[in-house]
């Protein structure tokens, strides 16, 4: 498995960035690196990072920053001589346009035509690397600058994407699956408004992407197609007795439960709560189907079933880029695909 | 607004198929029209029809069929000599593969670079004529045959791919959105297992797409950033007890709820208890939003609030192509963006 995609998110609040985290995730004892990582949630959200490393100012004097963020183009500083922390009276530009795009699945064929487009039209580009590099080189190429940080915080990542706006540049913003699911569309939004600008003053735009839940369920077969619910097991933006409630009231009804950052050294019993929770309303048989890095090289999956999953919590296929489906009553396995029938069986005759 | 997409899926049961239904939706007087319409369903479901037309065999011999079938080529029976209803043993052909291919949005540019290679590599593409309309011409031109039913049922369109494929030519099976959020992916394999063949066989695949809960809130801003539940107001395959239950387990949760084929001329006593579900559980401002017809030309988009939402039900914007997308006790508008916040304002100063 790649380093990239094992970043144990919570370890990034105790952590400084610039450094790599290598296989941080397998090996206890690495629990004191450098950078801790920032999530790779599969649908672009790493909400993890409470160091403003990579929002210091990228002007190119400052290109040696500690947080690792690299810039395509330091000699042009012309965009990103503003000051983190700035509010709209700090910009003399007009503001440019920022898109929040997202890539969908972790291959580039995964992307949307106008996903492509939006990120063809915009100056700068920014994201968390690990998304920078699931586009294409013909598309960065084009761009006048690419902010990329390895293992930093989607904060300052996305603070720093709206001072360039500000500053008059098109900006997208990237991340893998939708921007929408657990991921930097709301916080780009929520920024602006604390810098004093609004959305229609940059001309905000989210281009959707496929989010990890669809493109994981297309990996397992057909296991959402009726009613289904997505729940995130990391609480570090939302307090764990909220996350517990929220998977009572939906195990007991007859709901798919996609479940997002399923696992990381520091949230282990969340899992493990996780597991108790499905197993009080639902069958220890109960189908579930495991991805890990979808659309990526690291790239497995699994079907077993609610019985088996706690104790896969500590193998590598469960980590911050697997996504688990959850089945209903009506779940079943056929020819190693998950289906969840839609009802048609109880009106056709086939 | 399009009569393709005004069509009430519930009026299919009891209709014949091949008449247009003319604004059917709007005019309570035209209950009686022919083909009561397919349902447009944003994802790609159109879980309505009980009859069998479309379903029947489109050979060119009977190309005139009631149901409005139409064959791109109808030199080329080779393909679609098959009974419906027939079983592996009535295929001699070595099968080809079965792709449901999900478009996403209704416009070509929200499509995949998968989707248009899963397309441009099929012999025949099998689909709701809304739904093939979507797709580039340049991409229909390459394929052997175009099997579209205007107004017709999913059942029998599902079926007639697979006797397609079964017969030896590769078929991909179209939806808007994506395959699995209350479209076919799932009642393809169905229909495989009624037929004694496997997924494995006809080497079947799901191509995912941007489902409607994320293309519409990319139209309203960012509200769907945290855990979500999408269900579907339709009764025609879930009885409404089940669906009523389900609403109120999250409505009473921090959910967002993305809100599924919200309403018909037949349904309308559903989107009604659901308004009042969710207002038993949720303040009368908590903001909602409604996209109509997503990235087609008579889309509409608006937010308002869940005291407003019942009295909408009577309103153009509100049909089978609706999406209605339902805030949290934390979501809020501003400049005209919905907007859920994921929790950063909790750990981040900004």
Same mark, same amino acid.
């Given at each position: 498995?790649?380093?990239?995609?094992?970043?144990?998110?919570?370890?990034?609040?105790?952590?400084?960035?610039? #450094?790599?985290?290598? $296989?941080? %995730?397998?090996?206890? %004892?690495?629990?004191?690196?450098?950078?801790?990582?920032?999530?790779?949630?599969? *649908?672009?959200?790493?909400?993890?990072? !409470?160091?403003?490393?990579?929002?210091?100012?990228?002007?190119?004097?400052? !290109?040696?920053?500690?947080?690792?963020?690299?810039?395509?183009?330091?000699?042009? *500083?012309?965009? %990103?001589?503003?000051?983190?922390? $700035?509010?709209?009276?700090?910009?003399?530009?007009?503001?440019?346009?920022?898109?929040?795009?997202?890539?969908?699945?972790?291959? $580039?064929?995964?992307?949307?035509?106008?996903?492509?487009?939006?990120?063809?039209?915009?100056?700068?580009? &920014?994201?968390?690397?690990?998304?920078?590099?699931?586009?294409?080189?013909?598309?960065?190429?084009? #761009?006048?600058?690419?902010?990329?940080?390895?293992?930093?915080?989607?904060?300052?990542?996305?603070?720093?994407?709206?001072?360039?706006?500000?500053?008059?540049?098109?900006? #997208?913003?990237?991340?893998?699956?939708?921007?929408?699911?657990?991921?930097?569309?709301?916080?780009?939004?929520?920024?602006?408004?604390?810098?004093?600008?609004? $959305?229609?003053?940059?001309?905000?735009?989210?281009?959707?992407?496929?989010?990890?839940?669809?493109?994981?369920?297309?990996?397992?077969?057909?296991?959402?197609?009726?009613?289904? &619910?997505?729940?995130?097991?990391?609480?570090?933006?939302?307090?764990?007795?909220?996350?517990?409630?929220?998977?009572?009231?939906?195990?007991?009804?007859?709901?798919?439960?996609?479940?997002?950052?399923?696992?990381?050294?520091?949230?282990?019993?969340?899992?493990?709560?996780?597991?108790?929770?499905?197993?009080?309303?639902?069958?220890?048989?109960?189908?579930?189907?495991?991805?890990?890095?979808?659309?990526?090289?690291?790239?497995?999956?699994?079907?077993?079933?609610?019985?088996?999953?706690?104790?896969?919590?500590?193998?590598?296929?469960? *980590?911050?880029?697997? %996504?688990?489906?959850?089945?209903?009553?009506?779940?079943?396995?056929?020819?190693?695909?998950?289906?969840?029938?839609?009802?048609?069986?109880?009106?056709?005759?086939?």
């Amino acid at each position: 498995m790649s380093t990239d995609t094992n970043a144990d998110a919570d370890d990034e609040s105790t952590s400084k960035c610039g #450094a790599s985290s290598t $296989a941080e %995730t397998e090996t206890e %004892t690495s629990s004191g690196s450098k950078c801790g990582a920032s999530s790779s949630d599969p *649908d672009g959200s790493d909400d993890s990072s !409470s160091s403003k490393c990579g929002a210091s100012n990228s002007d190119s004097s400052s !290109s040696g920053s500690s947080c690792g963020a690299s810039s395509s183009d330091s000699d042009d *500083d012309s965009s %990103t001589e503003q000051e983190v922390g $700035a509010t709209i009276e700090d910009f003399e530009a007009d503001p440019g346009q920022l898109i929040a795009v997202g890539l969908g699945p972790g291959h $580039a064929e995964g992307m949307t035509e106008r996903a492509k487009n939006a990120l063809l039209d915009a100056d700068h580009i &920014v994201g968390y690397t690990t998304y920078i590099e699931l586009i294409p080189d013909e598309i960065t190429e084009q #761009a006048d600058e690419i902010y990329d940080t390895p293992m930093c915080g989607e904060v300052s990542r996305t603070e720093e994407s709206i001072d360039r706006t500000l500053a008059g540049n098109d900006v #997208a913003i990237v991340g893998s699956g939708d921007p929408n699911v657990y991921a930097l569309a709301g916080l780009a939004l929520e920024i602006l408004e604390s810098k004093g600008a609004t $959305a229609s003053m940059v001309d905000f735009d989210v281009v959707p992407g496929v989010p990890a839940a669809q493109s994981c369920a297309a990996r397992l077969g057909a296991p959402l197609v009726n009613d289904t &619910v997505s729940v995130s097991l990391s609480d570090h933006l939302v307090p764990m007795p909220e996350i517990e409630s929220r998977l009572h009231s939906v195990a007991s009804e007859n709901f798919t439960i996609t479940i997002y950052n399923p696992w990381s050294r520091k949230r282990r019993e969340n899992f493990q709560k996780c597991c108790e929770i499905l197993l009080t309303h639902r069958d220890p048989d109960t189908p579930v189907g495991i991805v890990h890095g979808a659309g990526r090289e690291d790239e497995q999956v699994m079907i077993t079933d609610l019985d088996e999953l706690e104790d896969l919590g500590e193998s590598e296929i469960i *980590d911050m880029t697997t %996504t688990i489906v959850v089945g209903t009553e009506d779940t079943y396995v056929w020819d190693d695909r998950m289906v969840t029938p839609r009802g048609y069986e109880t009106k056709y005759d086939y």
